[in-house]
Every structure is written in structure tokens, then in C-alpha cells.
């Protein structure tokens, strides 16, 4: 296949310092706070993005280079195929993630829900629409026992 360039649209800026300090989903740790600065010249991209409460951020994981087929993910010490977890060892590094929209102000989006390292470059954002994105009767693999109870597991929670 041919090679693809992505430039970064911008940079997230979290209190995330490293892994080990973040949530592993950002709904886990919806009280912190981070926010996003857009290179200015994407700025006239952010019409109407104010009249959504929640975007999805697309971003690239930049302290890895490692690439692994499988991996063990945080909810439990068995290895699951690459594509049925959300390692950042990924063949391409793309992430995403859901926030929560609390202002935008000129080139910056001020967020919640955040699960992103502090200096992560950003290569896309799209408005989240729950009539697009959610889907009924969904089956989510060796994930659903962790949550079979409705109770979080301990796992997914930062200790304090």
C-alpha cells in the first residue's frame, strides 16, 4: 500500500504527565479538566463546533514507536489481538477519544473526560451526535465480563 502523511491539526494539553497517572477511559475521571490549541490557520474549522456538548478527538500516540500484534489490557492479564484492544502499540499509533465541550475560545477547546497524555498531537476533531455514533445491541467482546455487574471495575479508577 502506499504511505500516508498526517500533519498534527494541533496539541492536547492535559495534566496526564504519563500513563500511570490516567484514567484508562476519560468517563472514569470525568472532573479533569484539559484543553486543546489549534495551529490558527484551522481556527475557521471551529464554526458551529460550539453548538455540540461533546467531540471526538483524534490523536496520534507519540511516546511509542512499538508496534505489537497482541497485548495484555488493563482490565485483565490476557492477551487480546491489537484490534481488540486500545493499546497504543497500534501499527499507525491513532487514538481517540470522547470529551466533553466546556468552552471554546479563539483557537483553543476547553474539555473534560480526558484520557490523553499532556503534549499529544492532534490530528483531527469531529462533533460526537449520538444519532451517528451510538449503536443499540452492541456486543463488546472479552470487555463486557469486566462490566457484567454495572459496577466499574477498580481497574479502570485511578488510586489515590
Known sequence: ???????????????????????????F?????????????????LKDLDGFSHAILIYYFHLTDEVHLQGRPYLEDEKHGIFA??????PNHLGFTIVKIQKIEK???????????????????KPYCPEFDHRENVKYGWIERHFAGEKIPDRTILKK
Open 85 to 90: 484492544i486500545r493499546s497504543p502499540h497500534r
Open 29 to 45: 475521571k470525568p472532573d479533569v479538566e484539559a484543553w486543546l490549541e489549534l495551529d490558527e490557520k484551522y481556527v475557521p474549522g
Open 1 to 27: 500500500m502506499k504511505p500516508i502523511t498526517l500533519t498534527p491539526i494541533g496539541i492536547i494539553h492535559s495534566p496526564y504527565k504519563n500513563s500511570k497517572d490516567m484514567p484508562i477511559q476519560g468517563v
Open 107 to 125: 483557537n483553543r477547546i476547553y474539555f473534560t473526560d480526558v484520557d490523553v497524555l499532556d503534549g499529544t498531537p492532534l490530528l483531527d476533531i
